[in-house]
């Protein structure tokens, strides 16, 4: 049986990604393979609901590699829509938002609506009060928002709560989920 099937318990999934993690500032900078054992296939579908770009990836090999270029791609489909701006994705978000699709079933599209955000865009958000954090998550490419294409929203924050890792957002007027890296909390 293996760790999917098992289930991630919190306090395994933050333990594997203490250890594995290199960090600097708070970011990951260094993907490590400690942190990827056990993890399912890291391979994802995203479409960027901006710009309509669509990316099929394996963002990390069976051995636990993490893929640079590939990351790289990564950053540039999730890239600020307002500035253009690219910022590093942290791949504690990707490992929560594939947990989360692979406990779905997993072949599925992410739509994505707010990946990466420039720190320029955030501001403009909390101006315009559409209920951005000032210290947004998004700006550290900590945060994604996403949709699941026949999957009701509600499943898809359900799943994310049993998994009790970083943060889950559901914003049922929007219809989307907000997945993190940070700590487990939820709104």
């Given at each position: 049986m293996d760790n999917l099937e098992r289930g991630w318990t919190r306090r395994g999934f933050?333990?594997?990604?203490?250890v594995g993690a290199v960090l600097l500032g708070g970011r990951l900078i260094c993907p490590s393979v400690t942190f990827a054992r056990g993890l399912p296939e890291g391979r994802l579908r995203f479409v960027n609901v901006w710009t309509d770009e669509q990316l099929d990836v394996i963002y990390r090999d069976e051995a636990g590699q993490y893929d640079l270029e590939a990351?790289?791609?990564?950053?540039?489909?999730?890239?600020?829509?307002?500035?253009?701006?690219?910022g590093a994705?942290?791949?504690?978000?990707?490992?929560h938002v594939n947990l989360v699709q692979k406990r779905l079933g997993g072949n599925r599209d992410?739509?994505?609506?707010?990946?990466?955000r420039s720190p320029e865009y955030n501001a403009l958000l909390v101006r315009s009060g559409?209920?951005?954090a000032?210290?947004?998550?998004?700006?550290?490419?900590?945060a994604m928002d996403i949709r699941i294409p026949g999957i009701h929203p509600k499943t898809v924050r359900k799943v994310a709560l049993e998994?009790?890792?970083?943060?889950?957002g559901y914003y049922p007027r929007s219809k989307f989920v907000h997945l993190d890296s940070g700590p487990f909390r939820h709104w």
């Amino acid at each position: 049986m293996d760790n999917l099937e098992r289930g991630w318990t919190r306090r395994g999934f933050l333990r594997t990604s203490l250890v594995g993690a290199v960090l600097l500032g708070g970011r990951l900078i260094c993907p490590s393979v400690t942190f990827a054992r056990g993890l399912p296939e890291g391979r994802l579908r995203f479409v960027n609901v901006w710009t309509d770009e669509q990316l099929d990836v394996i963002y990390r090999d069976e051995a636990g590699q993490y893929d640079l270029e590939a990351l790289d791609d990564v950053n540039h489909l999730l890239r600020c829509h307002y500035t253009g701006e690219v910022g590093a994705i942290d791949v504690r978000v990707l490992e929560h938002v594939n947990l989360v699709q692979k406990r779905l079933g997993g072949n599925r599209d992410i739509q994505v609506t707010s990946g990466f955000r420039s720190p320029e865009y955030n501001a403009l958000l909390v101006r315009s009060g559409r209920g951005a954090a000032r210290n947004s998550l998004h700006v550290q490419g900590q945060a994604m928002d996403i949709r699941i294409p026949g999957i009701h929203p509600k499943t898809v924050r359900k799943v994310a709560l049993e998994l009790g890792y970083g943060g889950v957002g559901y914003y049922p007027r929007s219809k989307f989920v907000h997945l993190d890296s940070g700590p487990f909390r939820h709104w």
